[in-house]
């Protein structure tokens, strides 16, 4: 891999990788973990064949390196991820908490979710990636992605307070 | 899908940031990417010219190898399939031949000899070749001899040594022929007659040649002659010739431009009258 396609590549992709990694991790200070799944991706870049889009192979990458993180992650930063939506809507500080507490207990909720569910939420839940780009990136089926993030949906649900969502 | 897993959803699109990599973190990241792919570039290089080194490498040796076989089976092919045979007729002959010219290129071992069974024999290979060296059989004609001052007529067998083209005749008393080396013998029924052997010795000179010979003569036999100009024989080529007072045996050394033909004979005492003149006659054949 050439130094001008790693760089195009982190400009278009950096982003992304980073918000899915904040996302899978549940903390904010994934920077290292970008420039590993970076890294990785120079070394691995004799195994793309070019089949997925290079954001669905970064992704791909990040997943395991995101993984490999969360094993290893004793404590979530909780206050420290919700400042990364702070900047992102435009109402009363009374609100704003409000919102960010919402936020805040989904993460959890999505966090204590297992891992398939998890991958599954994430992908398709907060990306909104395609059913064909998240089957691409767990190597499932598009049917079991669309079964998993069923389910998944149903016991996040149940994690999540039901006052939340009755109110 | 129900209401409430609608809201779920919405719920998890409003989860979805727009937080971005610091610039200034994102600008060293790439600086650092860059340099991990040049090194890596790098790496790959060494490594595929390191493979394609190896490669080439291994196919040279393959391929020396595989010449060095073929060559081989060249080399040793013509030999095996050119062993000494001898002509028809010869079945019941043991050529016993002196053995005294070893270390000149002229020498015959016993094993040769045996070599040479009737089992071997082909009737219509009388050529027989080795790589390079090789008699060829012309034809016959009769010739005039004179021994004890009477004219007799016999038949002469004409032959060629290749790839030197030097032509000459020989008795038919003596027209059985064996190559061994590269060297003919020339014999008749049985060694009992005599035996004539030429060989061609390359880029040499008569008098380098003679002083080998004087030498490994002087040390078999007591009775050598001088090493003298042929006189019993006459051809176009400058020579030296040396001879046994005791058995009729020596040699002559012809100088036919770069090369020497050598020719030893050896005949029964008892067959000196009708062996000189014969001699005398291949001798004066030489061309």
């Given at each position: 891999?050439?130094?001008?396609?790693?760089?195009?590549?982190?400009?278009?992709?950096?982003?992304?990788?980073?918000?899915?990694?904040?996302?899978?991790?549940?903390t904010s200070?994934?920077?290292?973990?970008v420039?590993e799944?970076?890294?990785?991706?120079?070394?691995?870049?004799?195994?793309?064949?070019?089949?997925s889009s290079?954001?669905t192979w970064?992704?791909?990458?990040?997943?395991?390196?995101?993984i490999d993180?969360?094993?290893?992650?004793?404590r979530?930063?909780?206050?420290?991820?919700?400042?990364?939506y702070?900047?992102?809507?435009?109402?009363?500080?009374?609100?704003?908490?409000l919102?960010?507490?919402?936020k805040?207990?989904?993460?959890?909720?999505?966090?204590k979710?297992?891992?398939d569910?998890?991958?599954?939420?994430?992908l398709?839940?907060?990306?909104?990636?395609?059913v064909?780009?998240?089957?691409?990136i767990?190597?499932?089926?598009?049917?079991?992605?669309?079964v998993?993030?069923?389910?998944?949906?149903k016991?996040?649900k149940?994690?999540?307070?039901?006052?939340h969502y009755?109110? | 899908?129900?209401?409430?897993?609608?809201?779920l959803?919405?719920?998890?699109?409003?989860l979805?940031?727009n937080?971005?990599?610091?610039?200034?973190?994102?600008e060293?990241?790439k600086?650092?990417?860059?340099?991990?792919?040049?090194?890596?570039?790098?790496?790959?290089?060494?490594?595929?010219?390191?493979?394609w080194?190896?490669?080439?490498?291994?196919?040279?040796i393959?391929?020396?190898?595989?010449?060095?076989?073929?060559?081989?089976?060249?080399i040793?092919?013509p030999?095996?399939d050119?062993?000494q045979?001898?002509?028809?007729?010869n079945?019941?002959?043991d050529?016993?031949?002196?053995?005294d010219m070893?270390?000149?290129?002229?020498?015959?071992?016993?094993?040769n000899?045996?070599q040479a069974?009737?089992?071997?024999e082909?009737?219509?290979?009388?050529?027989v070749?080795?790589?390079?060296f090789?008699?060829?059989?012309?034809?016959n004609?009769?010739?005039?001899?004179?021994p004890?001052?009477?004219?007799?007529?016999?038949?002469?067998v004409?032959?060629?040594?290749?790839?030197y083209?030097?032509?000459y005749?020989?008795?038919?008393?003596l027209?059985?022929?064996v190559?061994e080396?590269?060297?003919?013998?020339?014999?008749?029924?049985?060694?009992?007659?005599?035996?004539?052997?030429l060989?061609?010795?390359e880029n040499?000179?008569?008098?380098?040649l003679?002083k080998?010979?004087?030498?490994k003569?002087?040390?078999?036999?007591?009775?050598?002659?001088?090493?003298t100009?042929?006189?019993?024989?006459d051809?176009?080529?400058?020579?030296?010739?040396?001879?046994?007072?005791?058995t009729?045996?020596?040699?002559?050394?012809?100088?036919?431009?770069?090369?020497?033909?050598?020719?030893?004979?050896?005949?029964?005492?008892g067959?000196?009258?009708?062996?000189g003149?014969?001699?005398?006659?291949f001798?004066?054949?030489?061309r």
């Amino acid at each position: 891999m050439n130094e001008e396609l790693i760089t195009d590549w982190f400009d278009a992709y950096a982003d992304d990788v980073y918000r899915f990694l904040v996302y899978y991790t549940s903390t904010s200070d994934v920077e290292d973990l970008v420039q590993e799944v970076f890294i990785k991706a120079i070394n691995r870049y004799d195994s793309f064949k070019g089949d997925s889009s290079p954001k669905t192979w970064l992704i791909s990458i990040a997943r395991n390196v995101a993984i490999d993180e969360t094993r290893k992650q004793k404590r979530k930063d909780w206050r420290k991820l919700i400042k990364t939506y702070e900047d992102k809507v435009d109402i009363s500080p009374e609100d704003k908490h409000l919102l960010n507490e919402k936020k805040l207990e989904l993460h959890k909720a999505i966090a204590k979710l297992k891992q398939d569910y998890r991958d599954v939420v994430i992908l398709r839940g907060i990306e909104e990636l395609s059913v064909s780009e998240t089957a691409n990136i767990l190597k499932w089926s598009d049917s079991k992605v669309r079964v998993t993030f069923h389910r998944a949906l149903k016991v996040l649900k149940l994690q999540v307070k039901e006052v939340h969502y009755e109110s | 899908m129900s209401h409430n897993e609608d809201e779920l959803i919405k719920e998890l699109k409003n989860l979805k940031s727009n937080a971005k990599l610091d610039p200034q973190k994102k600008e060293s990241m790439k600086m650092v990417l860059q340099q991990h792919a040049k090194k890596k570039r790098a790496k790959s290089k060494t490594k595929h010219s390191f493979i394609w080194f190896s490669t080439a490498a291994a196919i040279l040796i393959c391929g020396g190898l595989i010449y060095t076989l073929i060559n081989t089976d060249q080399i040793t092919l013509p030999a095996d399939d050119n062993q000494q045979i001898e002509e028809v007729g010869n079945a019941g002959g043991d050529p016993k031949e002196p053995n005294d010219m070893e270390g000149l290129g002229m020498e015959e071992s016993d094993d040769n000899d045996e070599q040479a069974t009737p089992g071997e024999e082909d009737s219509g290979n009388e050529e027989v070749s080795q790589q390079e060296f090789k008699v060829d059989k012309l034809g016959n004609e009769t010739q005039t001899i004179i021994p004890e001052g009477t004219e007799e007529k016999i038949n002469v067998v004409n032959f060629r040594i290749e790839p030197y083209g030097i032509d000459y005749q020989v008795a038919e008393l003596l027209n059985k022929y064996v190559i061994e080396e590269n060297t003919v013998k020339h014999h008749g029924e049985d060694d009992m007659v005599g035996s004539i052997r030429l060989s061609v010795e390359e880029n040499e000179t008569i008098e380098q040649l003679s002083k080998e010979f004087q030498e490994k003569y002087s040390e078999e036999f007591d009775n050598v002659s001088e090493v003298t100009e042929p006189t019993d024989g006459d051809n176009p080529y400058s020579g030296l010739t040396q001879r046994v007072s005791a058995t009729p045996q020596g040699y002559y050394l012809y100088q036919i431009e770069e090369n020497v033909l050598v020719i030893q004979y050896e005949y029964d005492a008892g067959a000196s009258d009708g062996m000189g003149p014969r001699l005398q006659k291949f001798i004066e054949s030489i061309r």
